[in-house]
C-alpha cells in the first residue's frame, strides 16, 4: 500500500507544481476509490500493509488476529496527504470529514502515548506495534 501512496503523493505534487490535470484527476480517483471500496469506518484502508478486492473488507477483520492487522498507521499517515492536498485544491467538506476520521481513528486513536504527555501537549506517536505496545517509533 505505501509504495503505491508515493507515487499518489507524487502525483499529488506534480499537480501542486505544474497544473497537471491528469496528475490531479489520477489523485482524486486514487482517494475516491480507496474511500468508497477500500476503507474502513475509521477511515483506514489497510490489511497486512496491502490493499485487497474491493467491497471485501470483513474478510480482513475475520478473526481477531486479522484485525490487529489491518489500519496500519504509516500508510494512514500517507494517506491523510493526499486528502489534505485534495481538500487544499478543492475546499470540499468531505476531503476534510475524511482527514479528521482517519486522523482521530488511525493515528491518534492507536498511539500509545501515555496520558500525562498528552495533557501537557508533548504527545508523539511510540508504537506502531498493535499487539505488544512495545519500542519507540
Known amino acids: 500500500a505505501n509504495t503505491h501512496l508515493a507515487q499518489v503523493v507524487g502525483l499529488a505534487s506534480r499537480y501542486s507544481a505544474l497544473g497537471d490535470g491528469d496528475a490531479r484527476w489520477a489523485v482524486e480517483h486514487f482517494l475516491d476509490t480507496l474511500t468508497t471500496h477500500h476503507s474502513y469506518a475509521t477511515g483506514g484502508s489497510s490489511d497486512h500493509e496491502a490493499w485487497g478486492e474491493p467491497d471485501r473488507l470483513a474478510d ?43 486522523l482521530l481513528n488511525g493515528i491518534m486513536g492507536v498511539s500509545r502515548t501515555p496520558p500525562e504527555d498528552i495533557s501537557v501537549g508533548r504527545a508523539h506517536h511510540r508504537s506502531h506495534g498493535h499487539g505488544d505496545g512495545g519500542g519507540d517509533a
Open 60 to 102: 480482513a477483520v475475520f478473526t481477531q488476529h486479522d484485525a490487529l492487522e489491518t489500519q496500519e498507521t504509516c500508510t494512514q499517515y500517507n494517506v491523510l496527504k493526499v486528502a489534505r492536498e485534495l481538500w487544499r485544491w478543492s475546499g470540499d467538506p468531505r476531503y476534510a470529514d475524511f482527514y479528521e476520521r482517519a
